[in-house]
Structures are given as C-alpha cells and as structure tokens.
C-alpha cells in the first residue's frame, strides 16, 4: 500500500522538524527516521495501529511511536496519516455548537 501525509500531518512533519532541529538536531534525526520507519511498515501492515479512545470516528487507528501520536486511515489502497502529534499536546477536540440539536 502506498503511504501517505494529509496536509496537516505534512504541515505538523515541518514545523516540528524546524523546531527540533534548532533544539536537538539528533532529536530531529530521530523523529524523522521514527517517520520514515512508520511509513515502510503501515506500507506493509496496514492494520498496525489501534483504534484510538480518545477519536470517536470510526476507521481511524493510531500508532504511536516514543513520544508521537500518529493518527491514520486506511483507504482502498493507500494509508493516509491524517494527524500527528506529541503525546504533551492535547488531544484533538470536537467544536460543538451550543445550538446544535442532537435530536432529530
């Protein structure tokens, strides 16, 4: 299956490279190698993750690795990884609006 990062997941890849790389260029090496690692791997086991307590959308699963959340789907024949983030970070959050009528 061919792997892939949705545009938010390239986008945290990036700022979190820069950030570790002016920190810890060998923290950066790591993460990026972590990635890379995950890549190959849900390429050839797909159903590697686990379906994630804290996300109540079916289909998506989660593989973590050290310290990174990384959040994904599988398609038809590719993996998208949808969200990535460090275990510190909060989870991602539903907005809900205070008018919203959950009956029909």
């Not at 892939?4 to 890849?13: M, Q």
């Not at 994630?52 to 398609?75: A, Q, T």
């Amino acid at each position: 299956m061919k792997v892939i990062l949705s545009p938010d997941a390239r986008d945290y890849v990036k700022a979190e490279a820069s950030y570790l790389m002016a920190r810890s260029p060998r923290a950066a090496l790591a993460f990026r190698d972590g990635l890379r690692r995950l890549q190959q791997e849900l390429a050839r086991f797909p159903q590697l993750g686990h379906p994630p307590d804290d996300l109540p959308f079916p289909g998506i699963r989660r593989f973590v690795i050290g310290s990174y959340l990384f959040d994904y789907e599988i398609r038809e024949t590719t993996v998208v990884i949808l969200a990535i983030r460090h275990g510190r970070q909060r989870p991602p959050g539903l907005e809900i609006d205070d008018n919203f009528d959950f009956e029909d």
